[in-house]
Nanobody, 124 residues
Framework: QVQLVESGGGLVQAGGSLRLSCVAS????????MGWFRQAPGKEREFVAA????????YYADSVKDRFTISRDNAKNTVYLQMNSLKPEDTAVYYC?????????????????WGQGTQVTVSS
């Protein structure tokens, strides 16, 4: 029904920045929160950041707090993840996800739609 397409990943040096975007394509009615998750090689997918429908509530994993910023532009059906001061341990495939509720959540299993992921590689 709803497709999410991430973009903006790439290869950067430690200390650099990337801005990921996630666009919801197709029909997208109602309200929904959005989240970013990531999965590194050999590790489980983990929560990164989430934002409520109105943008007033945001959550961050401790590992990215103060470095990453999640935002959204509902008029563009787009959510962003600004990543600054990147570290090699941030290397992962980053996925955006949509939760069919206006409240943000840290819980992976509360998200119904997922993007294909975009690779972020941070070199040292």
């Amino acid at each position: 029904q709803v497709q999410l397409v991430e973009s903006g990943g790439g290869l950067v040096q430690a200390g650099g920045s990337l801005r990921l975007s996630c666009v919801a394509s197709g029909r997208s009615f109602g309200v929904y929160a959005m989240g970013w998750f990531r999965q590194a090689p050999g590790k489980e997918r983990e929560f990164v950041a989430a934002i409520s429908w109105g943008g007033g509530s945001t959550y961050y994993a401790d590992s990215v707090k103060d470095r990453f910023t999640i935002s959204r532009d509902n008029a563009k059906n787009t959510v962003y993840l600004q990543m600054n001061s990147l570290k090699p341990e941030d290397t992962a495939v980053y996925y955006c996800a949509r939760r069919p509720d206006m409240s943000a959540s840290r819980l992976l299993n509360e998200y119904s739609y997922w993007g294909q992921g975009t690779q972020v590689t941070v070199s040292s």
